[in-house]
């Protein structure tokens, strides 16, 4: 018998409350939490601060582990960045990023999923747009919990990335795969973490 292909959420904090989200997560069936946030902090929602979710996810009975490290949207090497923005095409070809998708298909194997970040919109989000992008590269089902609760399929997130790009239409001189590459590019120069903005905000507006 074929083993079932693994599926892997995610979802975006946003302003919920502890309580708002945890009913998200229990909606979803949601038994693991994987933070994928750079800085896992946030002075304007300080119930999604590292430990204190951390604690209060353990006492819901949803295990939790940070993975900002080898998943988060906001390196720390300059070589990951392009013309001071986050380069995902880079970041992704790193040995910590291969790693740390492999820690998330092992914990798969034994739990339900979801990726966390901050952004409610999967298309403005780094578990999307490079962690998501990866974990599909490689045939494991990922959907995207939204703001009203219902999941979009990653398939169907790159539809709307290739329609949004205006890379939807037939050219007869480049392939769906790099139509799909150059979406994806042309989306992350948008909403990549960007050293030049990052000058103007506080850094907690940067949780990615």
Not at 67 to 94: I, N, T
Not at 133 to 149: F, Y
Not at 158 to 166: A, G, I, N, P
Request: contains cysteine.
């Amino acid at each position: 018998m074929t083993a079932s292909p693994l599926e892997i959420l995610t979802v975006g904090h946003s302003s919920l409350s502890y309580e708002e989200f945890f009913k998200v997560l229990r909606g979803a069936s949601v038994t693991a939490v994987a933070d994928v946030r750079t800085a896992p902090f946030s002075r304007r929602n300080p119930q999604f601060n590292r430990d204190t979710l951390r604690d209060q996810l353990r006492m819901d009975k949803i295990a939790y582990v940070f993975l900002g490290e080898e998943l988060g949207g906001r390196p720390k090497d300059q070589h990951f960045f392009c013309d001071g923005v986050a380069d995902y095409e880079r970041m992704a070809q790193s040995p910590d990023f291969e790693r740390g998708l492999q820690r998330v298909v092992d914990g798969a194997k034994q739990y339900r999923i979801a990726l966390m970040c901050s952004e409610h919109d999967p298309l403005e989000c780094h578990r999307c747009l490079l962690v998501g992008r990866g974990l599909h590269a490689q045939g494991v089902t990922v959907k995207h919990i939204l703001s009203d609760r219902t999941t979009v399929d990653q398939s169907d997130v790159e539809k709307r990335l290739l329609q949004w790009s205006r890379q939807g239409g037939e050219d007869l001189f480049e392939n769906y795969e790099d139509r799909l590459a150059a979406a994806y590019r042309k989306r992350a120069s948008k909403v990549a973490y960007s050293e030049r903005v990052a000058t103007d905000r506080h850094p907690s507006h940067f949780s990615e």
